[in-house]
């Protein structure tokens, strides 16, 4: 067991070693950071969706702006689209479970407004839909995926695919992206506050 424990460890370290090495990972981070202020700066707001594990990483992040990171400041308007389990199951039942996301998309989302689109896969169906929606609405879409980008790849404006194919390490990727995303976006927006 000893040694499971230890291999996970060090397969986490080494995929997070491939993001630190990668130039056009972090450049690409550094531009979502930027829109994401630009978006704020302008009354605008972010939102988040993904299932599972991604829905729990969407909802954890969406919490570090709408509650708060390292500062107590003042909330930011970011949200993911799960959280109404109402909705969720009233859409899903009465459409289908792929038009959840993008209903609530079309619903809540404006022109300049920030969509993180995360899968794992690429190819969720109802992120998919979601992408697609928050396009029709004029958002720029984040897409926070793994090292393929699956069907996201093309369908994104920026897309941050972490260096693996392995779900835990594409997720742990996930939220050392998103975490450094909400400090950037903290930092650069109440610069006054220790």
Known sequence: MQNRIRQAISD???TKEKLLNDAKMLETVEQVASVCIDAYQQGRKLLFCGNGGSAADAQHLAAELSGRFYYDRPPLFAEALHVNTSFVTAVANDYSYEAVYARMVRAAGRPGDVLFAISTSGNSPNILKAIEAAKECGMIVVGLTGASGGQMRERCDYLLNMPSSDTPRIQEC????????????EGALFPGIP
């Not at 996930?174 to 976006?185: A, D, K, N």
């Open 174 to 185: 996930h939220m050392l992206v998103g975490h450094t995303i909400c400090e950037l976006i």
């Open 12 to 14: 986490s370290i080494q």
